[in-house]
């Protein structure tokens, strides 16, 4: 049994951009049906669609969206750190 000290990263020593992954992956979880998510990313009309759909409906709407921030928050924290800022940082990818 060895007893090496455990290392632990220093804090900002990741990926640049990956903290955005876990943000996103629980606001689509837990806010999805608003798009909270998809402005945070940055993505504005794909936020708004979502905002606007559920508001607009009284909530009707949501009933479709909200499983879509669910998948979506899913699939953002399944993704490894380099595979979502490709896919959603750098090439802005609005939808899933």
């Known amino acids: 049994m060895s007893t090496e000290p455990v290392q632990i990263a ?23 049906g608003l798009g909270v998510h998809k402005f945070y990313l940055g ?3 794909e936020g708004l669609i979502m905002l606007l759909g559920t508001l607009c409906t009284c909530g009707i709407a949501g009933i479709v969206i ?7 928050g899913i699939l953002y924290l ?9 896919t959603y ?3 802005k990818r609005g939808w899933f």
């Open 10 to 32: 220093p804090p900002g020593s990741g990926i640049p951009g990956a903290d955005k992954k876990l943000v996103a992956g629980l606001l689509g979880i837990l806010l999805g």
């Open 66 to 72: 909200g499983p879509i921030g669910l998948i979506e």
């Open 89 to 91: 940082v750098n090439n």
């Open 43 to 45: 993505y504005t009309k």
């Open 78 to 86: 399944a993704k490894s750190d380099e595979e979502f800022l490709t």
